[in-house]
């Protein structure tokens, strides 16, 4: 059975730093690509950064400088640091494995950006 766990969401402040874990099972981890995406309340779902099985990143344009993703193979986990994070980034986290025509996702995670 293949399950994907967000962590790490809660209230931050504008400004403020927070890193999100992704932690999965029932897959071969190191051989997907993972991705963590978000939606705002009232917003379509949107990709915020990808990390591929070889290690290489991307990022949407609105996160870039201020977001990173890295993967620990050993741990089965990726990670998303946030920082410098703005109210208009309150959104529930997701992240999503992916090879083929094959993808799994986790339940999300709740990110509130408030003073």
């Known amino acids: 059975q293949v399950q994907l766990v967000e962590s790490g969401g809660g209230l931050v402040q504008p400004g403020g730093s927070l890193r999100l874990s992704c932690a999965a099972s029932?897959?071969?981890?190191?051989?997907?690509?993972m991705d963590w995406s978000r939606q705002a309340p009232g917003k379509q779902r949107q990709l915020v950064a990808t990390?591929?099985?070889?290690?290489?990143?991307d990022y949407a344009a609105s996160v870039k400088g201020r977001f990173t993703i890295s993967r620990d193979n050993a741990k089965n986990t990726v990670y998303l640091q946030m920082n410098s994070r703005k109210p208009k980034n309150t959104a529930v986290y997701y992240c999503?494995?992916?090879?083929?025509?094959?993808?799994?996702w986790g339940p999300g995670t709740r990110i509130t950006v408030s003073s």
């Open positions: 029932g897959i071969i981890f190191e051989i997907h690509t």
């Open positions: 999503d494995a992916r090879r083929g025509a094959s993808s799994y």
């Open positions: 990390i591929t099985n070889y290690g290489t990143t």
